[in-house]
């Protein structure tokens, strides 16, 4: 990506680092109840009425900036300069890579949903994987532990988390242990690095090309049916894509194509019995050298427990490192690190 | 426990702070094989070759000493000023608490394996519960990143985890992704703290007591069928034991009784198929406020899968405030932090 925070640039110009690893905020409101149990203008909880200027200025704080907007049914999904934002009625999404300080957003946006929907936060999910460049980030962010002190003065009962190995690749949770969120949820992520050569070339040289076209030929746009997608083509290289389906349903892709550093974030929220035949789409599509995967769960969730929807029979070309399985108070977490397998 | 390190006295001479949270090693060996595949004095592959003068001065740096010893079928126990050291065949448990070091033994026990038995180590399992008092502890311990690092500096492969919340109760783990070792383990235990005060009555006024009254009288008899039980009473108040099964079997408990910071571990390889009413004696004989349980499995383990055997019903007085299911290479394990119901 050509535009905002975290390029590294050598003497001669060349970027020699981009951090494509996003930082991950997801956060869920509800309205405010007044002590006599009556809600305060309960009709006006939908974060989509936040004006635009409003939104715009709590991204600078962020270091990012709207490059795109689309919308569909109970959505509007934003393409920044770096990833993602994506506004529902009660929930938010603002996914963020380079050196973008998201946490920045969090006095902002808890004002704003009280200012403009009297709405509170109920549940917060703020995650990572492990910087490829930890030294490369502003300051609270070069270590996870700053992260959560940071999280711990603004929200009681928070609950930090470290999936997979601390010295080697991990993904960093930090969750509310509070009220449940009363509708089906669940949250697919492969985060993948070392990505094939021919596959990036699919997002390399983009200056001038069409992103329908980048969309298309990579094959991103087989990979989840019914969605209107609204993707990004960066200058000199690097892919960004939103993608809506039905009711408040999404997918997002990140692409930081450079060989030194390669990087593909998938996400999406789509409400699947059984995602092993998607993941086996994304590797074949991506064909990444490694990945770290979480299914987030609730017990609304048409696909029930994470752990029984990833059965790995699709994985055969990777070797587990790590797997693990979490029970949170209202979701169930899988977490899985693989390494693709050298002799195939 | 009134020997050793880790004491803090107030002004007037009253203990003010104890660390009853244990480091714990535990290593497993193996015969170094020559190149022609000769093992070379294997017949001397028995750890409990290695003199007690040696394993003493070993303790030096570990800053802490021999309190009692005993024996059975294939294994030494000792007793420690500060908790526990077993020495069988091919592994090695040092358990240490208070503010010793413990991962000062490793090259003396590196060396000390090769001199005497011409082993070397094939896994390591370093572990413990986050410290009530880390500011306390001797500076590598002071948080678990700086103990990764040493470890990183002495084994390759190695992988670290933090289980349970890292802004919470949480149990950090250190261990080596490589060769399994062949032979069924299993390894529970219970690190409980803000104990039942009836209960520590028993561990307190130890003065001049037998430690066989104080095993009998709490309980701690009673526990484990067919247990050879070495206890040891501190004064003016502590308890420790080692108790002995058949074969390379062992339980070993050690309890700090004070109102401000108690503490209790217990830890077992006993093979059961089923651990559930073990967990049950032990939370009915201690009663514990709140506690954090492992279990670790491996494929030879009599029952099979960590997970299955933890069926949390005997758990009803208690709620689950974390469980998570970890599956490395050799092992897998089942971590859960439980607190007590303060309505029932």
Redesign the interface.
Known sequence: MDQGSGKVNNEGGKLTHYEGTEKLLELWFEPITLENGETKRQKMCDLRVIPRDEIAEMLVKVKCEIVSFSERDEQHAYILSESSLFISKRRLILKTCGTTTVLASLDSLLALAKKYCNCKVVDIFYSRKNFMRPDLQHSLYKS??DE?KYL?SIFDR?????L?????DCWYLYTL?DTSIEQPDQTLEMLMTDLDDEVMAHFQNTTGRKSEDVTKESGIADLVPDCKIDGFVFEPCGYSMNGLLKDDGYVTIHVTPEKEFSYVSFETNASMEDYSSLVDRILSTFRPGKFVMTLFTNEQAACRSSRDTLKETLLDRYT?????????KNYDLTFGHYVRDKKR
Chains 1, 2 share one sequence.
Do not use: C, I, L, W
């Open positions: 996870f532990e959560v711990d928070g609950a930090a988390y470290v997979g190995r601390m010295n080697g242990d587990r490192h790590d797997r693990q399985y979490s029970e949170f």
